[in-house]
C-alpha cells in the first residue's frame, strides 16, 4: 500500500464540479486581482469562523507581517513568540525592525505558557502565540499574561482552523489572527492565499490599506503599504472549500483517534497529548521516538511517506547564529526536534490506511 504524506488529489476529485465551477467563474468574469470573489470569501470566511472582520492577502507570512506592522511594532520592539515552529513568525517580527525572543515549547508543542513572563523586558510589545499542529495554545493563561502586562496578542492559526480552547475558537482571542491557506493547510487554497481576522474595525481597515499599496480607493495613498493581494481564483477556491471544512476537520480527529488506538503501546513511541482545555484539529500528527531518522527511513521502504515538522528549532537555525542561542536555553525544544515524526494525516485517509501504518511502525519496534 502506498500511503503519502498528503493527498490533494483526493480531495479535489471529491469536490471537482464545486471547484471547478469557482475556477471557470473567474475566468469567465476576468476578476484575476480583487473583486467580488475576494469580497465574497472575506465576508464567508468572516462569517463561518464566528469573528467581525476577515483581511485577506498573499500568504500566512504576510499576514502575520501586516498585522504586526499595523499594531505599531517596529524597530526597538520585541516580540515573544515559540522556540519551535516554521520560521514565518520570527521572520516577519525581524521584518518589521522588532526582535523575536524565543519562549521553549510546552508538553503541548505550544508557546509555555509559564515561561513568557521570564521572557518579558520593558521592550516587549506584543506575544504571537502559534497554534502549532492544529492544537490550540494555552489561551487563558496568555491573554491574563498580555492583559496584566499590556501586551498584544497576534494568534498564528496557520495550521489550527476551527481548533478551540476552553470551548471558544483560535483567532477570536487576541487583536488579531493570521490563517494560511497553503494548498495543504486544513483550509488550502491552490496556491498561496492568507488572511487576518481581528474583531477590531480600525484595525481590519489599516490592514486592508496596508496590504494594497497603503489604499483603500485607487490612488488614495494615505500610507505607504505593501503588495499583498489574495488573488480572484484562490478566492473563489476557498469560497468552494469552505462549507466543507468542518466535516473535513471531524475526518482528520478521526484518523487521528485511529492512530492512537492503533499506536497505543508500542514500546518507546510518544503520541500526541490533547491539552484538556483544547481540541485539536490536527493538521499534524506527531509522534517522538528516540530513532527518529530509523523509523522514517523504515517507513518509506514501506511506501508511507513522513516528514519532520521542524528538524531545528527556531533559535538554533543559521539565520539567527549571531545572537548565540543555545539548545540548553531552550531543552523542550532542543529534544523534540531530533525526536519527532509527522505521520501522515488528511481527511481521505481510511482505517485500513491507518492500520498499514501503525503495523508498519509496530513492525520497526520488532527488529533486532
Ligand atoms: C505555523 C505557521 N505559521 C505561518 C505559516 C506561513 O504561511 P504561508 O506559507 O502561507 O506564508 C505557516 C505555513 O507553513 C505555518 O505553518
Known sequence: MKIPFVDLHAQYLAHREGIDAAIAGVIERSAFIGGEAVARFEAAYAEH??????????????????????????????????????????????????TPVFVDVDDFYTLDAAKIEAAITPRTRALIPVHL????????????IARRRGLRVLEDCAQAHYATWGGQRV???????????????NLGAYGDAGAIVTRDAALAEAMRMYANH?????????????????????????????????????????????????LAGIDGLEL???????????????????????????????????AVHYPTALPLLACYA???????????????Q???????????????????????????????
Open 214 to 262: 497603503g489604499q483603500l480607493k485607487k490612488h488614495e495613498h494615505r500610507i505607504e503599504g505593501i503588495n499583498s493581494r489574495l488573488d480572484g481564483l484562490q478566492a473563489a477556491i476557498l469560497s468552494a472549500k469552505l462549507p466543507h471544512i468542518l466535516d473535513w476537520t471531524a475526518r482528520r480527529q478521526q484518523v487521528a483517534a485511529w492512530y492512537g488506538e492503533a
Open 322 to 336: 549571531a545572537r548565540g542561542f543555545t539548545a540548553a536555553q531552550f531543552p523542550r525544544a532542543a529534544r523534540n
Open 272 to 306: 500526541p497529548k490533547v491539552r484538556e482545555s483544547a481540541t485539536h484539529v490536527y493538521h499534524l500528527y506527531v509522534i517522538q521516538h528516540a530513532g527518529r531518522d530509523g523509523l522514517a527511513a523504515h517507513l518509506a521502504e514501506r511506501a508511507i511517506q513522513t
Open 133 to 144: 499542529y492544529g492544537q490550540a495554545c494555552a489561551m487563558g493563561p496568555i491573554m491574563e
Open 171 to 185: 483567532g477570536t482571542f487576541g487583536d488579531a489572527a493570521t490563517f494560511s491557506f497553503y494548498p495543504g493547510k
Open 338 to 368: 531530533s525526536r519527532i515524526l509527522s505521520l501522515p494525516i488528511y481527511p481521505e485517509l481510511t482505517r485500513e490506511m491507518v492500520q498499514y501504518v501503525a503495523d508498519s511502525i509496530a513492525a520497526y519496534r520488532c527488529q533486532p
Open 49 to 98: 469562523y464566528g469573528i467581525a472582520h476577515c483581511v485577506s492577502c498573499a500568504n500566512g507570512t504576510d499576514a502575520i507581517y501586516i498585522a504586526l506592522k499595523m499594531l505599531g511594532i517596529g524597530a526597538g520592539d520585541e516580540v515573544i513568540t515559540t522556540a519551535h515552529s516554521w520560521i514565518s513568525s520570527s521572520e516577519a517580527v525581524s521584518q518589521t525592525g522588532a
